[in-house]
């Protein structure tokens, strides 16, 4: 059984900076997608960014591009979340997702079909 569990989040001054990581576990880590996603109070969930299973590839939200940088370390089966120059519009519950192989609509929630808990990030002004 597939398992995402995410850490790291927590409450910071807009400027500054957070490492999340997704720890996985119950899969063959480095053939799987992963990506994180956010959902604020009232809001849908959003894409953030992803990385590919092979090659790492990267993919990111243009609301975070050039602030947060996603990357993977297959041999502990986590992937990070880097993200600096943090703003209060970046709070909100965040979510590492994994499938299998390469998604099409890799910026979709629904092309992910494990999910960990989320862990809360807030920023204040």
């Known amino acids: 059984q597939v398992q995402l569990v995410e850490a790291g989040g927590g409450l910071v001054q807009a400027g500054g900076s957070l490492r999340l990581s997704c720890a996985a576990s119950?899969?063959?880590?480095?053939?799987?997608?992963v990506g994180w996603f956010r959902q604020a109070p009232g809001k849908e969930r959003e894409f953030v960014a992803a990385?590919?299973?092979?090659?790492?590839?990267?993919f990111y939200a243009d609301s975070v591009k050039g602030r947060f940088t996603i990357n993977r370390d297959n041999a502990q089966n986590t992937v990070y979340l880097q993200m600096n120059s943090l703003k209060p519009e970046d709070t909100a519950v965040y979510y590492c997702?994994?499938?299998?192989?390469?998604?099409?609509?890799?910026?979709?929630?629904?092309?992910?079909?494990?999910w960990g808990q989320g862990t809360q990030v807030t920023v204040s002004s």
């Open positions: 997702a994994a499938r299998s192989g390469f998604p099409i609509t890799i910026f979709r929630a629904m092309s992910y079909d494990s």
């Open positions: 990385i590919r299973s092979t090659g790492g590839t990267t």
């Open positions: 119950g899969l063959t880590f480095s053939t799987y997608t």
